[in-house]
Every structure is written in C-alpha cells, then in structure tokens.
C-alpha cells in the first residue's frame, strides 16, 4: 500500500530537529519558476492529444501507463496504478444517435449529424472517433413534440409553466452552458419529458458571427456539439459511498440513480432546424439567441402532425478504469499530504480538458523531482501526485480513491491543488478554492512572471498582477476574487466530503462560456495556434502550481488564512440576515444563535493567530499540534448526514446550489430552503420551513464546533 511508510513520523516528529537544513525559500522557487520548461510542456500536449481518449477505453490505459512510466524515469519514491471496476457508457461505434424531423405520414424530413465535421487539424478526420453522445443517457426512441426550454434553469421551467407550455411527454430543447447539463436532465425528467436535445446557441458560443470561428478563432463552429455526463451524482453509480474495489457490492443497474429518458447532444446548425420548424408561442425577447430565425416555445412544429423523433443507442459497460498515483515522501512529516491532482480521460482529444492540464502536470512532477535530485531539497511533507481516471464522466476516478482511503486523509491530508484543464483562455488567471487557502494563492501568483507580454509593458509584471486587475474582489479592493468551490472537478471529493482545504487553478478567458469546451475541435492545433502560441501561459499555470505545492509542503506553519476565513464566514451569515432576516422573524424564528455563532467563528480565528505569537513555533511538536487545530477547520463543517437536496456534499459552509452543480454558495443548505419558498402551495412551504429549521439548527452547532477545534479546551 502506498501509505505503508507513514508511521515513520512518530519517529521523526519526537525530535525537534531536522533531518536536513532546508532551502531559501526564494532558491527553491528560482529553481522551478526558472526549471518550467514550455516547449517540454507543448511536447506533453502534442503526445497526449493525438486521440480520442474516453475513459475505460484501450488509448486512455496507454495514457495510465505512460505517466507512470515518466513519474518512474523522474524518480518519485513511489509510483503506483490504482484500477477500480465501474459502470461507464458509450456509443456505438457504427450507429450514431440521431435527431429525425418526421412529416405527418411519419417520413424523415431531415436528419441531425451523428459526428462532428473534420475542419482543420488531420486527427479531426480519425475513423476511430465516436459519434456524439451524453454518456449515461439512456437509451431509447422517443417520438414527440418538442418544447424550447432556453437554459433549461428551474426558472426556466417555472416560466414556461407560467406560459402555458407543458413539457410532460414531450422532448425538451435546451441551450447547453449556463448550468451542468445533469441539472437540466433531472428537471425536465421530474417533469415529465420523455428526452432532451442540448445544444451551443451562438449567442454564447460563436458571439462575432459564423465567420468568426474555428479554426480562425477559439469559438464554436455551427458543427460543433459538446460531449459530457448527464449522471447528477458523483463517483461509480453502483458503489456509492464505497470505492469500486473487486471486494464491493454492487447494486443492480436498475437500482441505480441514473437518467432514465434519452440525452442527446447536437449542433447549433442541427438545433436551427428543428428551432426553425417550431410553432407555439414566440419565445420571450430575453429567450432569443442568434440563430438567424424566431425562436418558438412549441409544443410541436409549424406543420400539424409533424414530430420531433430522438433515437440513442448510448449503452452503460461494466469496465476498468486507472488512477496513477506517486509519492514524494517528506523528511519530517511524512503522514502529511499536500496532493496535486489532474485528471487523463477526455471526450475528444483534450486539448484543452484536461491535457492542458496533464501536460503542465508532467512538467511540475519533472521540476520538482528535479529538484530533489539535483539540490538534496525534500519537502517536510509528502508531495502526492494523482492523475484521475474517469473524471468526465462524474468525478470516478477521484471520488473512488478518496472513498477508499477517507479516514487517512480525513486525518493526513494539508490540502489539494487541483488543475483540470491548465487553460481554457488568457485573459486572467483564476483560482477558485477554500478561503483557507487564500493568503497561499495569493502569494504563490505574486512569485509567478506574467506570461501576458502587455500586461508586462503595462507595468503588471506577475501573474497577480492581472489576476487582481481582471478579477477584482468585489469584497476586497485591489485584490483578486478567489471564489468559492463548487462541483464539477476533482476537488469536489476533498473539499466537500473530506473538509480537505482545496483549491481549482487554470488561466481563463473573459467570457462566460468555454467555446470550443467537450468538442472535436479541442486539438492540440487549437492550442497551439489560438490559445498559447509558446505555451507561456502554460509555463506561468505550471509554475505557480508547483510553487504553491512546495510552500504548502515546506513552511513550518502551514500557511492557512484563518481570520479571512472567520470574516467570510462572519460577512456570509450577515447577507443570509440582510436577505431573509424579515421572512424568518415573520415565522416566529430567531437568527441569533446563528449570528452569534458565526461571530464567535470570526473572534476565535482572530485569537488563534494572535496567539501564535506566544508560541514556541521552532518547536516541531507544537507547531504539529498548531497545525492539526488548523487542518480540522474546514472538516468541523461537514455535517455527516449530508445536505437536503445534496446528500452526497458535507461542507455546510460552502456548497453548490441544488439547482445547479456548478455554482457555489455560502450556507446555501439555508438559502436554497427559502429560495421562492412564498410561492409555493401552502404544503410545500411547510416542508421547506422544516428544512430550514433543522438545518439552522445544524449550521450553527457546526459553526460552534470550528470555534472549539481552535482552542484546548472541551467546552
């Protein structure tokens, strides 16, 4: 087992000490800011995005083996292959899922593109390729009306309901980006519908015209339909809770939480033609997008008796997927983990998710092993390196390994740095993560030289420079907004369920949509030629990743922001009073313990890192006991139970909206509860008011119990 060797520390923390007289800091970052070599990172990419590479499949197991090929040659003390047995879902190779416009005798009128069309880069031509799908829908042929549904948002369908539009026994239409799409799948299913189409409106994903578009630009071409899951859940759907190991019960497939309707992914040159025969209602002016035509509700097309037919021919496959895992075990506190993570699998060739990301990760592991061997540098901490299988398809990979081993790095791990995808533009780089981990980003992006030779001449010279000139704090002026961590990547497992401080990095673009996100034209030529021509973006993401790992493994006082954590904390439970305080004295409920709760938070933070100054931190027993006070904040706020409306997340603090995955919230466990609750028939609001109660009453035992597990006392 990869962890056979933490006992060591109850031998190396007794002394007091250590084993080696560290590095100047600033040394040990000239060596990897300056070791960071871009070229071997555009290399990494050219390799890694030569095919498709979905999960379970024969390339992604070459991939697997192919890291831990170089973390052996690089020299990490351990490398290991971690399989698991899981349900994944494919397409068929030879009949791809179609759309069909069907006349009122039941003949084809048109018929949708099963693949997307080769348009520049040789490997967009590859036979291999496999047509487009929603992994995990499931599968069927279903004739119906269609209904346009815009984002397919729950107030998307709320509207509609408002308009007279029915979506029960009907397929539904939606736009693909404003929400994870499984958000989507799960509401129209709840309501009814018997499939759904999405699609890239142009409106997001192509906004300067049909022209401006792959390959001369980074956005959407009219062919391009985006891939991804439409699983809500998390981990393999037939272990939860436990990991997928060959001793695992498994439930029956039809017990298992999985779409039930047809999902089907198209083009925004297919959607026009389905949304040009529609009849119904005109859509709302703000439902309109930038296809040329009329955007209609439905149900139904112009032509009476003419239907919509979806055919998906999607299969789940019981298979075997592959994390890799390497340690660099520390000198002093060896049963301590700073984990780095990226995950390998893609929808296509990955050229931006997630080889962007596994490509600099290769680089970071290189530099870092680099610098052990050439210098005698080790960490004081285990630097543990983890390339995720499965993640597209519901976070696999991660969620599998975190499961098997929960209570060792409930109880061991510092923090996890998590790149999916190294970028996916360059206007800014983005760090989204605990407040914990604020003061260490910040930090490592100031270290960081801008890779943006304007920025440069502008006189911005580091990566935190334009980070906090692009992203501006709304909360904290001159100073760039880390935001809150929400779902949809690896860090969901340590942040959510394990309270293990984490953090998301990658540089980003200035637009909310990701153009090119899931499609064919993610190639390494997109990359190469529109996003980073001399992979300096890339240099600068790899750079500060490994910097800010080897701070997190290094300083003898982990570099936690606990008082910033106790004002956001503080100021969050404020904005829940400011928004709410009248409804909820209106039933006669008290916000007080809260409030006072999250104020006693706020003070005990600030007293814990005075005190500091009254401690004999050279003392490696005091700073290890100092330490374990701080590493328990973050996991004194997992309720066990889980979350109403979200029983697979913990973290009561911050967690995503149960309306959408990808968006998260500060003690929305309270405010998704009252959210539109005056609205609802009188039954309903009764059941929200007693969520509401329960878990005002849970939030603030929690916030209580981060306060005491800052001091030594029981009570």
Request: hydrophobic residues 40%; proline residues 6%; contains cysteine.
């Amino acid at each position: 087992m990869w962890l056979k060797q933490v006992w060591v520390c109850l031998v190396l923390v007794a002394g007091t000490q250590a084993l080696h007289e560290p590095q100047e800091r600033e040394t040990v970052d000239d060596f990897i800011i300056n070791g960071v070599d871009a070229q071997n990172i555009r290399s990494n990419l050219r390799f890694l995005t030569q095919k498709q590479h979905l999960a379970g499949t024969e390339v992604e197991w070459e991939l697997a083996a192919w890291v831990e090929a170089a973390w052996r040659e690089q020299g990490w003390d351990e490398v290991h292959l971690v399989p698991y047995q899981v349900l994944l879902s494919y397409p068929k190779n030879d009949t791809p899922n179609l759309v069909y416009v069907l006349d009122d005798a039941g003949e084809v009128v048109w018929t949708s593109h099963g693949w997307q069309e080769p348009l520049y880069a040789p490997e967009e031509a590859d036979p291999d390729f496999l047509p487009n799908f929603n992994a995990f829908s499931a599968p069927g042929v279903v004739t119906a009306d269609v209904v346009y549904a815009h984002f397919g948002r729950e107030e998307d369908f709320e509207r509609l309901n408002e308009l007279g539009v029915n979506v029960t026994g009907r397929v539904v239409l939606a736009r693909d980006g404003a929400i994870f799409r499984g958000n989507i799948l799960q509401s129209a299913e709840r309501r009814g519908a018997v499939a759904m189409l999405l699609y890239g409106d142009p409106q997001q994903y192509a906004p300067f015209g049909e022209d401006a578009v792959y390959p001369n630009t980074v956005y959407l071409p009219p062919s391009g339909a985006p891939s991804g899951t439409v699983y809500f859940y998390d981990g393999d759907p037939l272990t939860p809770f436990y990991p997928a190991t060959d001793s695992a019960y498994r439930l029956p497939e039809e017990e298992a939480p999985l779409p039930r309707i047809p999902a089907q992914p198209i083009s925004y040159e297919d959607a026009s033609e389905i949304l040009g025969r529609m009849g119904g209602a005109v859509a709302p002016d703000d439902w309109q997008g930038n296809l040329n035509l009329t955007y209609h509700l439905g149900p139904g097309l112009q032509e009476a008796g003419w239907t919509v037919k979806v055919e998906v021919h999607t299969r789940n496959v019981p298979t075997t997927i592959y994390n890799v895992v390497a340690v660099m075990w520390g000198s002093e506190e060896p049963d301590r983990y700073v984990i780095l993570g990226n995950h390998r699998d893609a929808w296509n060739f990955g050229g931006l998710d997630p080889s962007s990301g596994t490509a600099a990760f290769l680089e970071a592991s290189r530099v870092l092993a680099q610098l052990k061997n050439e210098t005698g540098w080790m960490p004081r901490r285990s630097l543990v390196l983890c390339s995720w299988g499965a993640e597209e398809y519901g976070l696999i990979g991660s969620g599998e390994w975190t499961q098997q081993f929960e209570k060792l790095l409930g109880d061991r791990a510092v923090a996890y740095l998590n790149v999916d995808m190294a970028m996916n533009g360059n206007y800014t780089f983005t760090g989204n993560g605990s407040p914990l981990l604020r003061a260490a980003l910040m930090q490592g992006a100031a270290k960081i030289p801008n890779p943006d030779s304007s920025e440069v001449e502008a006189g911005r010279t580091t990566v935190y420079d334009t980070w906090a000139l692009r992203t501006p704090d709304p909360d904290h002026p001159g100073e760039p907004w880390i935001r809150l961590m929400s779902s949809g990547s690896d860090f969901k497992s340590f942040q959510h369920n394990l309270g293990i401080p984490s953090a998301d990095l990658h540089f980003t673009h200035d637009m909310y949509t990701q153009p090119l996100y899931h499609t064919l034209y993610e190639t390494f030529a997109a990359v190469d030629e529109l996003f980073d021509q001399g992979f300096y973006f890339h240099a600068a993401l790899t750079q500060l990743w490994a910097v800010v790992a080897v701070d997190l493994a290094d300083a003898q006082m982990l570099p936690y922001s606990l008082v910033e954590y106790g004002s956001f904390v503080a100021s969050a439970a404020a904005d829940v009073e400011e928004q709410y305080g009248d409804l909820i004295i209106s039933r006669n409920l008290t916000l007080a313990f809260f409030r006072a709760a999250a104020e006693e938070f706020s003070q005990t933070t600030l007293n814990f890192t005075n005190s500091l100054n009254d401690m004999d931190t050279s003392n490696v027993l005091v700073a290890r006991q100092l330490n374990d006070q701080m590493m328990m904040v973050d996991r004194a706020f997992l309720d066990p139970r889980g979350l109403p409306g979200h029983p697979l997340f913990n973290h009561v603090v911050i967690s995503p909206s149960t309306s959408d995955n990808h968006i998260a919230l500060a003690f929305s466990v309270l405010t998704d509860a009252l959210a539109g609750i005056e609205d609802l028939p009188p039954e309903e609001q009764k059941q929200r008011w007693s969520v509401f109660s329960h878990h005002l009453g849970a939030v603030t035992h929690y916030l209580s119990t981060a306060s005491n597990v800052l001091t030594s006392r029981l009570w």
